[in-house]
């Protein structure tokens, strides 16, 4: 892959206020779904060994998954209950003695994430707007406008019209990605202690694992 467009995501001016440095970088790319090619599996068995135990626990106090963890914290989330993304796949890793290949996109955020600390979210392009961005949820909204209530203020990301994911958790059922989905929205957040750096990487490396051939 030689060229990534990456789009700056707006944020609320209630969070940008109290958060400066909160943001959320984003790409669009034509890819589809498909099982894991051989060398991606490889690339995950590589990183299962590189993650022992003493790394998972020494792994937190890292500058970038320390800055998602005092993030966390400022914005009500106990990060000891409610793991990072990296911390969740870090255990998991430990729970099953391995990081499991899913499919090609799981497989791809799993090591953008594990790689640079930055968690990274996938949408369907055909099921969301032309720009994405940070919010408070509303009263009484609910999760894309379906059946999952959403707590007042909590963060999401968004498009124009409606919430589109949790921040640090679930993505809506009618915005992930399918089986029959044409067209990918890869996001990563930023937050206070990381490099911008470290966030474009993160989207190149999930990018670039999606187009790998095979």
């Known amino acids: 892959m030689d060229t990534l467009e990456l789009h700056e995501g707006w944020v609320e001016p209630e969070l940008a206020e109290e958060f400066p440095e909160l943001g959320v970088r984003y790409t669009r790319m034509e890819t589809r779904p498909r099982r894991t090619p051989e060398p991606i599996k490889q690339r995950l068995r590589d990183l299962s060994n590189r993650y022992t135990g003493s790394k998972v626990i020494h792994m937190r106090q890292d500058p970038v998954p320390w800055a998602y963890r005092v993030f966390s914290r400022q914005v009500g989330i106990d990060p000891d209950t409610d793991r990072t993304p990296v911390e969740r796949i870090a255990l998991e890793r430990l729970r099953h003695g391995g990081l499991r290949s899913e499919n090609i996109v799981d497989d791809?955020?799993?090591?953008?994430?594990?790689?640079?600390?930055?968690?990274?979210?996938?949408?369907?392009?055909?099921?969301?707007?032309?720009?994405?961005?940070?919010?408070?949820?509303?009263?009484?909204?609910?999760?894309?406008?379906?059946?999952?209530?959403?707590?007042?203020?909590?963060?999401?990301?968004?498009?124009?019209?409606?919430?589109?994911?949790?921040?640090?958790?679930?993505?809506?059922?009618?915005?992930?990605?399918?089986?029959?989905?044409?067209?990918?929205?890869?996001?990563?957040?930023?937050?206070k202690g990381v490099p911008e750096i470290s966030v474009e990487e993160a989207l190149w490396t999930a990018a670039e694992t999606l187009e790998t051939p095979g």
């Open 108 to 191: 791809a955020l799993t090591i953008a994430t594990v790689e640079t600390g930055v968690p990274v979210i996938a949408f369907d392009a055909d099921n969301v707007g032309r720009a994405i961005g940070l919010r408070l949820a509303r009263e009484e909204e609910r999760l894309a406008d379906g059946v999952r209530p959403l707590s007042a203020r909590q963060i999401v990301v968004a498009d124009e019209d409606r919430s589109l994911a949790v921040l640090f958790g679930d993505v809506a059922e009618q915005c992930g990605v399918t089986p029959d989905s044409q067209r990918m929205v890869l996001a990563a957040l930023r937050v």
